[in-house]
């Protein structure tokens, strides 16, 4: 296996432990330092912990939440993925102000990774569709009103 083919493996893997609710190889997957560069990340530390807390927040929010890799390609250290998220607003999103309301989300995101020589995540972008999302739980209209 290449490094590429690991390195997109461990994007794969990282997914699946998400879906799974599945914590305990994380240390296989990310560096504890990682370095995260998106929207509001800077709120929870970006180690095990806080991505598990950030994880298991998400499942409060939205419990039926599924998320599916539906593109991924890498080179050299760096992994691309774009990501569809679903899931049904029962459990509200008070860090946003928002209460359940049993609204739908379908979203999707594109996130890079660059990867270490051993193959752990060390730094994420990531880009979320975050207009669709608010629109999608009733926290902000459509443009012109819709």
Do not use: C
């Not at 190889?25 to 990340?41: F, K, M, Q, V, Y």
């Not at 250290?77 to 008070?94: K, S, W, Y």
């Not at 594109?110 to 060390?122: F, M, W, Y």
């Amino acid at each position: 296996m290449s490094d590429v083919e690991r390195n997109i493996d461990v994007v794969r893997r990282l997914e699946d432990a998400y879906n799974r609710r599945e914590y305990s190889h994380l240390g296989e997957l990310i560096r504890d330092d990682l370095i995260a560069h998106t929207p509001g990340s800077e709120q929870v530390p970006q180690n095990h912990e806080g991505l598990t807390a950030n994880n298991e927040g998400a499942y409060s929010a939205f419990p039926d939440k599924r998320t599916e890799i539906l593109d991924v390609f890498g080179e050299g250290d760096r992994v691309v993925a774009r990501i569809h998220n679903t899931g049904t607003n029962t459990g509200g999103l008070p860090w946003l102000g928002i209460p359940a309301n049993d609204a739908k989300v379908d979203l999707e995101w594109v996130q890079i990774s660059r990867h270490e020589a051993d193959g752990k995540i060390a730094e994420t972008w990531t880009q979320m569709e975050v207009p669709k999302l608010m629109m999608q739980l009733g926290a902000m209209q459509a443009p012109g009103g819709m």
